[in-house]
């Protein structure tokens, strides 16, 4: 039974990686989609945002069903309770993924990124990539040195928001209201993208030492 169990907290070891590559494909192709005004792109993030979903509730359903079943204790405890927390920040991470492709397929066939600050979202886009890529090798790893590295890497993103809200609101800013409310938007997706990256490298380092992070 022992090796049933924690044959079982390996299954959903799996379905949380693919959870974060799901994530990470997802923000990949907006941006994409973004910067390249691809509808087809676009389509593909808003249809694909269902699996993110169901793969959550697959991974809290299965990790209340060890709860009921195997009454957890210490590390194993820790692991199936963040695993909870976590998959939430993931399907956010979808959903945030879906707002910028949204805004793609809404302004295509323009671009929705004025030429001013299509570097900075590309940034942006860099930025996001990085994170969740090494977020799924702290989860996969239990790496929490990697996991304050993800820490470190949200300045980034901080900064190139606050650079995107410098040239918005600067006077020589010509793309009027909409555009802009666009770009605001857009920054403000991204930079919660890398917070809930954040947030999921806390939960790991929960996991392994026990301690969480201030």
Same mark, same amino acid.
């Given at each position: 039974m022992r090796d049933i169990?924690?044959?079982? +907290?390996?299954? %959903?070891? @799996? +379905?949380?990686? @693919? !959870?974060?590559?799901?994530v990470a494909?997802? !923000?990949? =192709?907006?941006t994409s989609a973004l910067l390249d005004a691809n509808l087809q792109l676009a389509e593909e993030v808003l249809g694909a945002d269902a699996s993110v979903d169901a793969?959550?509730?697959?991974?809290?359903? =299965?990790?209340?069903?060890? %709860?009921?079943?195997? @009454?957890?204790?210490?590390?194993d405890l820790r692991v199936v309770i963040s695993t909870i927390h976590l998959t939430a920040d993931f399907e956010r991470m979808g959903d945030l993924a879906h707002h910028v492709a949204k805004i793609a397929r809404l302004r295509y066939p323009e671009h929705a990124v004025p030429d001013e600050v299509r570097d900075v979202l590309s940034q942006m886009g860099q930025v996001a990539q990085s +994170?969740?890529?090494?977020?799924?090798?702290? %989860?996969?790893g239990r790496d929490v040195e990697l996991a304050?590295?993800?820490?470190?890497?949200?300045?980034? !993103?901080?900064?190139?928001?606050?650079?995107?809200?410098?040239?918005?609101?600067?006077?020589?800013?010509?793309?009027?209201?909409?555009?802009?409310?666009?770009?605001?938007?857009?920054?403000?997706?991204?930079?919660?993208?890398?917070?809930h990256a954040v947030a999921v490298a806390r939960h790991i380092t929960f996991i392994v030492t026990g301690e969480r992070a201030l």
């Open positions: 169990y924690h044959d079982e +907290l390996d299954a %959903i070891g @799996s +379905l949380v990686i @693919s !959870m974060a590559r799901s494909v997802a !923000m990949g =192709r907006a793969l959550r509730n697959e991974i809290e359903d =299965r990790c209340f069903q060890v %709860i009921a079943t195997q @009454s957890p204790v210490a590390t +994170l969740i890529t090494k977020v799924a090798e702290v %989860i996969d304050q590295a993800v820490e470190a890497e949200d300045d980034s !993103m901080d900064a190139l928001r606050r650079k995107l809200f410098t040239i918005v609101l600067s006077d020589h800013w010509q793309h009027g209201t909409e555009a802009a409310i666009d770009v605001t938007l857009l920054g403000r997706y991204y930079e919660r993208y890398a917070d």
